[in-house]
T-cell receptor, first 114, second 110 residues
Framework: DVKVTQSSRYLVKRTGEKVFLECVQD?????MFWYRQDPGLGLRLIYF???????EKGDIPEGYSVSREKKERFSLILESASTNQTSMYLC?????????????FGQGTRLTVV | QKEVEQNSGPLSVPEGAIASLNCTYS??????FFWYRQYSGKSPELIMS????GDKEDGRFTAQLNKASQYVSLLIRDSQPSDSATYLC??????????FGTGTKLQVIP
């Protein structure tokens, strides 16, 4: 079974802190994604990566950056956390470079910025 | 106009009935279409994918795609209480970029 693991289930951080969310997948998938999910707004794509050291902006990249130094690991960085970044963050990975295979999601990290 | 639109529901159906979930999308160049199910407090999981016009059946689930009308739907036959969840429509547009709708909450009443 594909496993996508996010480092934390719950996080509480202070405004202005630098926050790292880690995601690891164990199936050698090329593509990895970071989404945030908010009530009424659904899942919104922050960043994605289709190869090591490659990254592409999603729909809401402002205030975030990403790092993919190894194929299995994709990190989301909040440079200076703000209260409007309080959300559920979901990492996903998929195999095919043409996008025609499913994305597998991690269990999610619920981040609260106070 | 939102890129992927779904009625938020809740859609309530009695056990054993057919549940019909609908999704429209704005980008005519969209190429791949997915339905995910998300139970409360859990992550989304894929239940169907469809890439060409017409119907695709998998067990109790049927996905329908009409690219001319920019419409994709999911039918759930013989609905069960365990089908109660939020159903997310997702559309791949461009290279790798998958956009999700806000989801439709389905309630199956025993």
């Amino acid at each position: 079974d594909v496993k996508v693991t996010q480092s934390s289930r719950y996080l509480v951080k202070r405004t202005g802190e630098k926050v790292f969310l880690e995601c690891v997948q164990d199936m050698d998938h090329e593509n990895m994604f970071w989404y945030r999910q908010d009530p009424g707004l659904g899942l919104r794509l922050i960043y994605f990566s289709y190869d090591v050291k490659m990254k592409e902006k999603g729909d809401i990249p402002e205030g975030y950056s990403v790092s993919r130094e190894k194929k299995e690991r994709f990190s989301l960085i909040l440079e200076s956390a703000s209260t409007n970044q309080t959300s559920m963050y979901l990492c996903a990975s998929s195999l095919s470079v043409d996008g025609n295979t499913e994305a597998f999601f991690g269990q999610g990290t619920r981040l609260t910025v106070v | 106009q939102k890129e992927v639109e779904q009625n938020s529901g809740p859609l309530s159906v009695p056990e054993g009935a057919i549940a019909s979930l609908n999704c429209t999308y704005s980008d005519r160049g969209s190429q791949s279409f997915f339905w995910y199910r998300q139970y409360s407090g859990k992550s989304p999981e894929l239940i169907m994918s469809i890439y060409s016009n017409g119907d695709k059946e998998d067990g109790r689930f049927t996905a329908q795609l009409n690219k001319a009308s920019q419409y994709v739907s999911l039918l759930i036959r013989d609905s069960q209480p365990s089908d109660s969840a939020t159903y997310l429509c997702a559309v791949r547009r461009g290279y790798q970029k998958v956009t999700f709708g806000t989801g439709t909450k389905l309630q199956v009443i025993p």
